[in-house]
């Protein structure tokens, strides 16, 4: 059964203050990692995709990177607009199309 | 501009009462999806669609019907709706193989 967790699951920055988001997961074969941001009360929104170990993806101070076993979401100079819930998804080759998630990182990034 | 629109956004209901929740996409995505999210349960599936008229059961499909009659529109029909089905709910899509759903803006739904 795939697995996804994530950690923490509430971070608290200052604007400025770098950090890391992490994303475990555990599947039998690996189609795809997505992350996601979802802010209060709306869909989530899609930010990157990726597919093999030591990819990495960038957009604007965000950076997705992924190993065998994890992956991390970098966050550079973070400011209060990029406060969110952040989530981690993976779509396993023996699973369809089913995406499993896991349970978010709630980020708030203060003045 | 592309998207999935859900209706309705806001849905209070009694147990029982058979109903719908629409969703369309304007992408010409073969990939449809429904999931419904609960705290402390994180997003899960309940059914997706790779194209019209092919449909299968995600993780959660108990007390859930879907069509796919058509490419553009996949609703979720509650035909006896219960307390427990309470939940904010979500559609999204995907062009084949992609992966990268597009999410709508959701529908919450309460049944009591």
């Known amino acids: 059964e795939d697995q996804v967790t994530q950690s923490p699951e509430a971070l608290r920055l200052q604007e400025g203050e770098s950090s890391s988001l992490n994303c475990s997961y555990t599947?039998?074969?690996?189609?795809?990692l997505f992350w996601y941001r979802q802010d209060p009360g709306k869909g989530p929104e899609f930010l990157f995709t990726l597919y093999s170990a030591g990819e990495e993806k960038e957009k604007e101070r965000l950076k997705a990177t992924l190993t065998k076993k994890e992956s991390f979401l970098h966050i550079t100079a973070p400011k209060p607009e990029d406060s969110a819930t952040y989530l981690c998804a993976v779509l396993d080759n023996n699973a369809g199309n089913m995406l499993t998630f896991g349970g978010g990182t709630r980020l708030m990034v203060k003045p | 501009e592309a998207q999935v629109t859900q209706n309705p956004r806001y849905l209070i209901t009694v147990t029982g009462k058979k109903l719908t929740v629409t969703c369309s996409q304007n992408m010409n995505h073969e990939y449809m999806s429904w999931y419904r999210q609960d705290p402390g349960l994180g997003l899960r599936q309940i059914y997706y669609s790779m194209n019209v008229e092919v449909t299968d059961k995600g993780d959660v499909p108990e007390g859930y019907k879907v069509s796919r009659k058509e490419k553009r529109n996949f609703p979720l029909i509650l035909e006896s709706p219960s307390p427990n089905q309470t939940s904010l709910y979500f559609c999204?899509?995907?062009?084949?193989?992609?992966?990268?759903?597009?999410f709508g803006s959701g529908t919450r739904l309460t049944v009591v």
């Open positions: 999204a899509s995907s062009r084949q193989g992609a992966g990268g759903y597009t």
């Open positions: 599947v039998s074969g690996l189609r795809g």
